[in-house]
């Protein structure tokens, strides 16, 4: 029996399972350098649950060596050069292809075991936890997606970034995430334990790609302000500096929180342009 044969059926009704499980195949194919059978175990793993004593056996494997098969899904980077390493690029535009239309192809469950499994194969290798409420498989997807480059994957703009935020909060609520509304809000601003950067596309701009933002953090101004008051110097500074700037109707809607930044010494509310924080 084929892997598709033996799988098809915990793909949802038309996800395309054939094309799904090729990709799933090709994320994970460079983990056949620790054992050949690596690969089809972390695609059943993903589409069913079995497998998943995979996830200790990637743990007991040499630091870093997983992560650098795989491209280091973690890194809070943009830029990441495949150049000696052909197969993490590969990987990565398979990744990049699932990703287009993850909620399409894979259920709440299984996309939770995909970003199990990454933090299992790369055992946390340059993951920071900028989001302290975030479970870490969410960040890893997060990061993943949206701050590696699709370099090679020949997506068209309209796919690259599909993902909604009523998307996004359901997949945390289908793990029993608690106020899925402020884990969100914490990890498209926060980056606590990250240096901050002025450079376009090291993740200070994550809010801006999933779709539908604005409107979610229109319906949450409570959750809003007490997030963003509670965050590091680095966070509110993405949140003033860079969200703020082409969103001033959020800011003019939040003046407490404003008022509430500039009382507490930080320049992030101020209403001269905020200094570079040094790191959160």
């Known amino acids: 029996m084929s892997l598709l044969d033996k799988l098809v059926s915990f793909f949802k009704e038309g996800s395309n399972a054939a094309s799904t499980l090729d990709y799933l195949h090709q994320a994970f194919a460079p983990l056949e350098k ?37 491209g280091r899904p973690a890194r809070f980077l943009k830029y990441f050069y495949y150049d000696d390493n052909k197969q993490a690029r590969q990987a990565h535009i398979a990744r990049s292809h699932l990703y287009a239309d993850l909620f ?50 020949n997506l068209p703009e309209d796919k690259k970034h599909r993902w909604t935020a009523d998307q996004l909060l359901d997949l945390l609520r289908s793990e ?38 604005f409107e979610f953090l229109q319906a949450h101004p409570v959750e809003l302000y007490e997030m963003v008051i509670a965050m590091s110097e680095g966070g509110q500074w993405v949140f003033i500096e860079k969200f703020g700037k082409d969103n ?9 929180l ?9 320049q992030a509310g101020c209403a001269k342009r905020p200094k570079k924080p040094q790191a959160a």
């Open 248 to 256: 001033a109707e959020i800011l003019n809607s939040q003046p407490k």
């Open 34 to 70: 620790f054992d050949s059978n690596y690969p089809d175990r972390a695609v059943e793993y993903v589409a069913s649950g079995n497998e998943a004593t995979l996830l200790m056996e990637l743990n007991g494997k040499p630091d870093g060596e997983g992560s650098y098969l795989l």
């Open 104 to 153: 399409g192809r894979l259920t709440n469950e299984q996309i939770v075991r995909f970003g199990k499994l990454l933090h299992a194969a790369t055992k946390g290798d340059g993951f920071i936890h900028t989001a302290p409420l975030a479970p870490v498989w969410f960040l890893y997807l997060m990061i993943d997606c949206y701050v590696l480059p699709e370099r090679g994957a």
């Open 176 to 213: 029993g995430v608690e106020q899925p509304e402020k884990v969100l809000i914490q990890t498209l601003f926060e980056r606590e334990g990250s240096k901050v950067s002025t450079t376009e596309g090291n993740g200070n701009d994550l809010f801006r790609k999933p779709e539908g933002i």
């Open 258 to 266: 404003v008022v509430a930044l500039c009382a507490s010494g930080t």
